[in-house]
């Protein structure tokens, strides 16, 4: 695989997504986006620490570029409930097919069988995403600020926001998080793993933190397995959190969840 991960994942994302428009017009995405009335907030559930001081994502993910297949058996609609009555604030789902073998389908299993908000989390990089987030029944989506320029960032976060959806905008590096800043992004995800090789580090998060604008929310993501990382995170006041392969993993995702919360549960009961 190339060197960086990122590129790659990109440019097989914009041919998909020159199949797409062949295949359905941006008239029609846009007209199913548009008569959505079913949206559910996904940024209200974070604004605030949740009833155990923490709010997590937990997230639906079958598979990445670094580990492959995590869960051969993984059934979308199973482990959204799991994951409501474990007591999660909010779900994502992994909607990119190449390299994390998810689909729609997914996202669209998951969020019938729970009444949680969801974020479709894929590589957007045009308008005819955003329409199909929300045709496709997302409440949120991830916009990778790495992927986009600020122009375009900013003009992805508007229409998002004119559709009722909420935009959780990724950043690596400072120069990401300036850049987040600018196109209005409230809501950022700070994510511990490098696109470009896949390493992940538990204390880059921390190390932006204190960039973060007044006004602006965290959600730390990637690399969070155990009660005592989510403590780390929680004396420096951030309590958002984006949770995947651990909870994938584990043969309990609603007693994990729960300890990961700090519920007295124990994980694998």
């Not at 949206?39 to 994502?57: M, Q, T, Y």
């Not at 990445?64 to 994951?83: F, H, M, N």
Request: with cysteine.
């Amino acid at each position: 695989m190339p060197n960086d991960i990122l590129e790659c994942i990109v440019a097989a994302k914009r041919a998909e997504v020159a199949a797409a428009r062949r295949d359905v017009p941006l008239k029609r995405v846009r007209e199913a986006a548009e008569a959505r009335r079913d949206l559910r907030p996904f940024g209200d559930a974070l604004k605030a620490p949740g009833p155990s001081g923490v709010n997590i994502i937990a997230e639906v993910k079958r598979a990445s570029p670094s580990k492959g297949a995590i869960r051969a058996d993984l059934d979308p609609a199973g482990l959204a409930a799991a994951y409501a009555a474990g007591g999660a604030a909010a779900l994502s789902v992994l909607t990119e097919k190449n390299f994390f073998m998810g689909s729609p389908a997914d996202l669209v299993r998951a969020r019938a069988a729970m009444p949680l908000p969801v974020l479709r989390k894929d590589f957007i990089v045009c308008d005819y995403q955003v329409y199909e987030s929300a045709a496709m029944g997302a409440d949120a989506l991830l916009l990778i600020v790495r992927i986009l320029s600020e122009a375009e960032l900013a003009d992805l976060i508007g229409l998002a926001a004119g559709l009722g959806l909420t935009a959780l905008v990724e950043v690596y590096t400072e120069a990401d998080l300036q850049a987040a800043g600018c196109a209005g992004a409230r809501l950022i995800g700070i994510n511990n793993r490098n696109l470009a090789s896949f390493d992940t580090d538990l204390g880059h998060t921390l190390g932006l933190l204190p960039q973060m604008r007044p006004g602006q929310t965290a959600v730390a993501a990637s690399g969070i397995k155990t009660r005592e990382d989510i403590r780390r995170y929680q004396q420096q006041g951030l309590f958002n959190f984006l949770i995947g392969e651990s909870l994938v993993r584990s043969e309990n995702p609603a007693g994990f969840l729960k300890m990961l919360r700090g519920e007295k549960e124990n994980a694998e009961d």
